[in-house]
């Protein structure tokens, strides 16, 4: 499975974790960015490059301009990621810096998970991805590590073992089940009968 890592305008919080996550990508992208300082050269900037200030000391190979406004950078960054091939794509930044984007994120995660085999948000606090009905999902925690699952984009029906509070029945559209969640055992299992949820796992 090819890996792609983008990496989204953020502070240099997130600076330690790429260092430790870098190289189980097979490559970088830095959407119209370089606010991270890259680990090596297995990089590339792309974007409308309306974003970078002064572009004079950055190599010009390592600089792929898309000059398309109708398109968000976190945007032509996933159809970058499907047009070369890469299965599972990594969205890394500030991703609740600003609402709107957030938001629009999420969008972009609900609009396209089923295209990838992996396709999440992350940033050095916490990990979000869509599950749906296809498959259960059996995610290792640390016992006492916060998770939330948050049904915003239809009715879903969730089960889950392994919680401080386990559901067993319906989560209704724009509803939130038990934010404050933990788990109660390293394995977490959750299985969606049917629908599709977002899962947030805590990093603190």
């Not at 997130?14 to 960015?33: G, K, M, R, S, T």
């Not at 810096?97 to 396209?112: I, V």
């Amino acid at each position: 499975m090819k890996k792609l890592l983008s990496i989204l305008p953020c502070t240099h919080e997130v600076q330690p974790l790429l260092d430790n996550i870098w190289n189980e990508y097979d490559f970088h992208l830095y959407a119209d960015n370089l606010s991270l300082k890259p680990v090596d050269e297995n990089y590339l900037i792309i974007g409308d490059m309306d974003s970078i200030d002064n572009y004079d000391n950055i190599p010009k190979n390592k600089i792929h301009p898309i000059m398309d406004q109708t398109t968000t950078d976190s945007e032509k960054t996933l159809h970058w990621a499907l047009e070369n091939g890469y299965s599972s794509l990594t969205l890394l930044g500030d991703i609740r810096s600003r609402a709107d984007h957030f938001l629009y994120n999420l969008r972009l995660l609900h609009m396209n998970y089923e295209r990838f085999l992996e396709l999440s948000l992350e940033s050095h606090e916490e990990k979000i991805f869509i599950i749906d009905d296809k498959q259960i999902h059996n995610i290792p925690l640390e016992i006492g590590q916060g998770i939330a699952l948050v049904s915003l984009f239809c009715t879903s029906h969730v089960i889950t073992q392994g919680l401080e509070y386990n559901s067993n029945g319906l989560m209704s559209n724009l509803g939130y089940y038990n934010i404050c969640n933990k788990a109660t055992h390293n394995n977490v299992r959750i299985e969606v009968k049917s629908g599709a949820i977002v899962c947030m796992i805590s990093k603190k």
